[in-house]
């Protein structure tokens, strides 16, 4: 939100990925659906992320109703 580190204490998170290409991460029991993550804007990525001391050990597009290309997961990982 504010260019703050993740607090990698926490592991579990989901994640949106905006057209102007900009990240947000919510911790993943806060009961929120992806496209609530940016109100009323398209979303070029969502799904989940796990960190664990700083490393990310896992990423899905998986987000339940959203299902973006596979593609934009490949420019996903390049950009963000």
Do not use: C, Y
Request: charged letters at 25%.
């Amino acid at each position: 939100k504010d260019g703050t580190p993740l607090d990698t204490n926490r592991n579990h998170w989901i994640f949106a990925w905006n057209k102007q290409q900009k990240l947000k991460l919510v911790p993943d029991d806060i009961e929120l659906f992806h496209n609530e993550i940016f109100p009323g804007e398209d979303l070029l990525m969502a799904g989940t992320i796990s960190v664990d001391a700083g490393r990310i050990v896992s990423l899905s597009d998986q987000s339940g109703h959203f299902a973006p290309p596979r593609l934009l997961m490949k420019q996903f990982i390049q950009k963000a």
